[in-house]
């Protein structure tokens, strides 16, 4: 199963707890499998604030970065009120903007769920793909002054 590099930059990762609601579960108390992606979305959120580049930033700079794919694994069910970690972290930068994710128990640390999203950025006034990600991005990751 993935694993989070042990020498990624700290702002590039963030760790988010969540309880499994009520309203996320079936009658047999297991999250629907369409809510990961909004588990996914949470952490992703954090990541970018953490990042100082949010949505509304990545607005204002001129850009939409749009999820172009997503990828889950389910190894093991999430369960009603089960309170699980999500970690995200940026994985790949250059052409895309591939987030890297892992949903484990916040008590035990067994690992539950995996996966990913790709992003790419669009010009908004223009809609025109980039094929490289933008400066602003590559500012805002630290790789550039």
Same mark, same amino acid.
């Given at each position: 199963?993935?694993?989070?590099?042990?020498?990624?930059?700290?702002?590039?990762?963030?760790?988010?707890?969540?309880?499994?609601?009520?309203?996320?579960?079936?009658?047999?108390?297991?999250?629907?499998?369409?809510?990961?992606?909004?588990?996914?979305?949470?952490?992703?959120?954090?990541?970018?604030?953490?990042?100082?580049?949010?949505?509304?930033?990545?607005?204002?700079?001129?850009?939409?970065?749009?999820?172009?794919?997503?990828?889950?694994?389910?190894?093991?069910?999430?369960?009603?009120?089960?309170?699980?970690?999500?970690?995200?972290?940026?994985?790949?930068?250059?052409?895309? =903007?591939?987030?890297?994710? %892992?949903?484990?128990? &916040?008590? *035990?640390?067994?690992?539950?769920?995996? @996966?990913? +999203?790709?992003?790419?950025?669009?010009? =908004?006034?223009?809609?025109? %793909?980039?094929?490289? &990600?933008? *400066?602003?991005?590559?500012?805002?990751? @630290?790789? +550039?002054?």
């Amino acid at each position: 199963m993935v694993s989070k590099p042990k020498d990624l930059p700290e702002k590039w990762s963030v760790d988010v707890e969540i309880e499994i609601p009520f309203h996320d579960v079936d009658v047999m108390e297991i999250a629907w499998h369409g809510h990961y992606a909004k588990y996914f979305e949470v952490a992703r959120c954090k990541l970018f604030d953490q990042l100082d580049y949010n949505y509304p930033e990545m607005r204002d700079s001129g850009f939409a970065w749009p999820v172009i794919d997503m990828h889950i694994r389910y190894v093991q069910p999430l369960l009603f009120r089960q309170k699980v970690t999500v970690t995200a972290w940026v994985a790949e930068w250059e052409n895309r =903007l591939r987030i890297q994710y %892992l949903i484990a128990d &916040s008590v *035990s640390g067994a690992r539950l769920t995996k @996966g990913h +999203t790709d992003q790419v950025a669009i010009k =908004l006034h223009t809609k025109e %793909l980039l094929l490289a &990600s933008p *400066s602003i991005l590559l500012k805002k990751l @630290g790789i +550039t002054s």
